[in-house]
Every structure is written in C-alpha cells, then in structure tokens.
C-alpha cells in the first residue's frame, strides 16, 4: 500500500485570504490529487493542523474546502486518517474540543479522526498515530509510547533541537529520546523540512509566510511494503525574492531593467537591495514589476535605522524578517537570555502574521 501524507495544510490561513484560498485549490487540483489518481493511491494521512484558527472558522473557507478537497476525496473514493494538530484543538490544554470533530462529520464515510493515541495496522506495518500532546494526556501517551507494539510512529510533534522554520531552532519542547524505538517517526508541526536519525519534519506542503519562501515544500508517500519515503514537491509558490545589484558585485543578483521578471504573476514579490547605484533603472525594474500580475510588492532597502547604539549593526543580515529578528537579537550586547528573546519574538511575529489580511 501507498499512503499519501499531508500535515500542517491550514484551511483559512492568512484570516481566510482568497489569495490565499486559491493558492491551496491550486496545489489540490494541478499537484496533490493528480499525483494521487496516476499512481492509484487511496489512502490519504493527514499529522494535523488542518484548519489555521484554534477558535473560530471562515465559513467561506470551509466551503472552499469542501469544494476543493473533502468533495474530491469523496469523489475519488480515498480515505483520509488524521490527527489533531495544535491549531485544530480550542483549548491548549486537552484535544476534547476540536474542529476536525464539529467540522468534519458530514464526511465520517472519507474520513477516520484518531483523537487518542492508537496503532494502527496499514497492510503489515503497524504505526502509532499520536495526536497534539498536551498537559491532559501526556502521561497517557508517554506510557504508550513505552509499551506498544509499532513499527513506526506518526504524529504532531513539538521536540527540541529541530527548525521550526528554515534557520529558526525549536529550544524547547521533547525530548527526541523518547521515541527512539520507532524505525521511523513523522511529524508535521514545524513548517520546514529536516530530518535528525529516526525523525522526519515533514514540512508544511505550502508557503504560507516570507518564512517559507525559496524553502521548497513537497508532500510525502509512504510504501508500507518497502518502508520507503518518497518526498514529492510542489512546484507551484506564492512568495517571489529578487536581489537588486546594479554595480555587478553580485553575480546572481539582477542588475538591469530589462531582467526576466515573467516568473512573478501570482505571487508577493520582495525586491532586497544590495548596491543601488542606477536609481532611475532601479525604478523602471520596479514598474515593470508592478506592470505584472503580482499580489504585492516589498522592497528592502537597509535596516540602519533600526539599529540602536547597543547593536553590532555592521553584521545585520537583511534578506527576511526572521534572519533579521535573529541577526539583530545575536548583535545586542545584553545578558539576557537571547533563546528565549528570541522564541518570545518569533511568537509574536507568527500570532501577528496569522493575524493579517492579506
């Protein structure tokens, strides 16, 4: 057997965009389901986060997502197993309320929510599903980590040591040790793909913020016969970085303005700054940008003013938010805890990012 796997797909992300919307109906249709029907597989599992808001839902979005991927699975006659993840659960503190149970009972025929620890047997491969860990079960579900009977482990986990997003580290969480039974772990949770011995971060299947951005995303398939995993990628992006470098320092930097910009249509496109001697054909490469059918346009200049008197400034990077916040943080002269800085940072950057309408 063949099992597509799928994780972290956060139906209304972005508060529900439309472009965002359309972004995920384009993966569904022209990547994820036309894989499946070529290659015959029948049997989707989802590691959770499958809806973006713990608390409410976009009514919009939710037919949207019946439309573009509960009504193909029901039409394509395949069958989805899957687990809570931390953004399908109302409370932080136990997984009894979530979205997958309200929201998707019309379609319990397609699909099986695992909402308690459980091993289930896929031809001769026996895994262990696990769903968001919380204060509520985590006695519980480290028990049946201990003494069950699988050969693998699938879950949504949040363990130390690993990236949360490309060059951003997870420092707190469990730890990996725990689960070094299993042949092979998969989790979905962080955002970026990564691997360390036995585990898999899966990575999410989509960019959703600058953070996934030249990240590349792929979904999974799992054969249960010959334990093998294949990573697939998705070709299709939202999110476009272009490096403006007129003095020719730069090799793999655009320096005129009559550069290819054919691959920005449908997409956020960030213009990052390195040397800007030519202003008038900076900005005739920025009309011929804004002539394109993008959904927006940033343009990073330099970050001086952001530097106090206590920051290194000479050793800022520039190129995303997240390696800025990070550079500007290791540059600070304090005797703070600079890892839990950052975490608290991060959080409130990711709560604001989910935050906006786009």
């Avoid at 389901?33 to 939710?62: C, M, Q, S, V």
Wanted: charged residues 30%.
């Amino acid at each position: 057997m063949k099992i597509a796997i799928l994780n972290d797909t956060h139906c209304g992300v972005r508060n529900s965009s439309e472009i965002f919307m359309d972004y995920q109906e384009r993966f569904y249709r022209d990547v994820f389901f036309p894989y499946l029907e070529k290659h015959n597989i029948k049997k989707i599992l989802h590691l959770g986060d499958y809806y973006e808001n713990r608390t409410a839902i976009n009514f919009k979005a939710l037919n949207h997502n019946r439309r573009i991927f509960l009504d193909v699975l029901r039409n394509m006659h395949i069958h989805m197993d899957i687990i809570p993840g931390n953004h399908d659960v109302y409370y932080k503190n136990t997984n009894k309320l979530n979205a997958l149970k309200e929201l998707l009972g019309h379609y319990m025929s397609e699909v099986r929510i695992i909402e308690d620890p459980e091993v289930i047997t896929y031809d001769s491969m026996k895994m262990l599903l696990i769903p968001w860990i919380n204060s509520e079960n985590e006695d519980r579900i480290k028990q049946v980590i201990a003494t069950c009977k699988a050969d693998m482990c699938a879950a949504h986990l949040e363990l130390s040591g690993f990236e949360m997003q490309a060059g951003i580290m997870a420092h707190e969480g469990m730890n990996r040790d725990y689960f070094s039974k299993f042949e092979m772990v998969l989790s979905g949770h962080y955002h970026t793909k990564s691997q360390q011995d036995n585990i898999h971060y899966l990575g999410c299947q989509m960019e959703f913020f600058w953070s996934d951005c030249d990240d590349k995303k792929y979904f999974h398939i799992l054969d249960t016969e010959t334990r093998e995993l294949t990573a697939v990628e998705n070709p299709i992006t939202i999110f476009k970085k272009i490096y403006w470098d007129d003095t020719a320092k730069t090799s793999w930097a655009v320096s005129s303005a009559q550069a290819d910009v054919r691959d920005v249509d449908d997409k956020f496109v960030k213009v990052i700054v390195i040397n800007k001697s030519k202003p008038k054909e900076f900005e005739k490469f920025i009309d011929r940008i804004n002539s394109k059918k993008i959904y927006g346009l940033q343009i990073a200049e330099n970050f001086q003013d952001f530097a106090g008197a206590q920051v290194d400034d000479d050793n800022l990077t520039v190129d995303s938010t997240e390696k800025l916040l990070t550079s500007y943080i290791d540059n600070v002269d304090t005797d703070l805890d600079k890892e839990k800085i950052k975490n608290i940072v991060f959080g409130l950057m990711i709560e604001a990012q989910t935050m906006e309408i786009v």
